[in-house]
């Protein structure tokens, strides 16, 4: 059982942590029905406030 998804941005060669982007793969992953209402952790390695704070607004305005 699935009880929380964590999300980043990667190159697909392996597990980068990156910084999600408008465009990054995962935000269809969090809109399927499976992943409703599930708790998301945002997990970026090297990243300012600042771009905490955008990742949120880019989770957020996902699954609104």
């Known amino acids: ?3 929380e998804i964590h999300v980043h941005d990667n190159s697909g060669l392996k597990d980068d942590h990156y910084k999600l982007m408008e465009n990054s793969w995962c935000l269809e992953i969090i809109n399927m029905n499976s992943f409703k209402n ?11 406030i600042q771009e905490i704070m ?4 880019i989770i957020e305005k996902e699954i609104q």
């Open 38 to 48: 599930m708790p998301i952790t945002l997990e970026c390695n090297n990243i300012t």
């Open 1 to 3: 059982k699935v009880t």
């Open 54 to 57: 955008s990742n949120k607004e």
